[in-house]
């Protein structure tokens, strides 16, 4: 069935290095790939999204790439901030529902 | 505007008590998702609601579990007979269409005891 897999499962980096995550997906019918942030007991939250028209997106910070031809997304944050520390979640959409991969916790030091 | 909401946010249950959760999506969303997020875990999806269609209930993960959405808005999550593998932090999100952002609620932890 679908799969999504995202690797790393952790992540430290010093304030103002950058971070990457990347994630694969089983499904080559999937068009729509949106990156959560989700801190301790609270909610996901969107931080960027992309769709399978399109390779790279940016906002600020964080940009998004997709291969759609090897099944890879990435999520980068530049400059990192203290406040980044979170755990991130890709996801691909299947039909009309998201498949999340297991998180990446980040870690960022002053 | 106000986002999508949950209640209760914390819910104890005794292994075999039946608990409903509730979900208030965006006004004006017509989609609706239930996602189950174990602890440590990403969400994986339980079902869908277009209005009060439910069009995908394959992630449900027994008959235990059953959902509603009678008008089209709030909806309910509602699991019998509730065992402790089932303790868990189960989310709602809304979209405006299928195919649009889908953006999530804070989420009802429950823990069975």
């Known amino acids: 069935g679908e799969n999504v897999e995202q690797h790393p499962s952790t992540l430290s980096v010093q304030e103002g290095d950058s971070a990457v995550i990347k994630c694969t997906y089983s499904d080559s019918a999937s068009n729509y790939f949106p990156w959560y942030k989700q801190e301790l007991g609270k909610r996901p939250q969107l931080i960027i999204d992309?769709?399978?028209?399109?390779g790279e997106k940016k906002d600020q910070r964080i940009a998004v790439t997709l291969n759609k031809t090897a099944k890879h997304f990435s999520l980068h944050i530049t400059e990192t901030q203290p406040e980044d520390s979170a755990v991130y979640f890709c996801a691909a959409k299947y039909t009309d529902k998201l498949i999340f991969g297991t998180g990446t916790r980040l870690q960022v030091f002053p | 505007g106000a986002g999508v909401s949950q209640s209760p946010r914390y819910k104890v249950a005794k292994r075999g008590q039946d608990v409903a959760l509730r979900c208030d999506p965006i006004?004006?969303?017509?989609?609706l998702f239930w996602y189950q997020q174990a602890l440590g875990q990403g969400p994986e999806f339980l079902t869908y609601f277009q209005n009060e269609a439910q069009l995908d209930k394959s992630g449900l993960p027994s008959d235990r579990f059953f959902a509603e959405r009678p008008e089209g808005s709030v909806s309910t999550l509602k699991i019998q007979r509730t065992q402790q593998e089932d303790s868990a932090v189960y989310l709602c999100?809304?979209?405006?269409?299928?195919?649009?952002?889908?953006?999530f609620g804070p989420g009802t932890r429950l823990l069975v005891l």
């Open positions: 006004s004006g969303h017509v989609s």
């Open positions: 999100a809304s979209s405006l269409q299928r195919q649009e952002t889908q953006y």
């Open positions: 992309i769709r399978s028209n399109v």
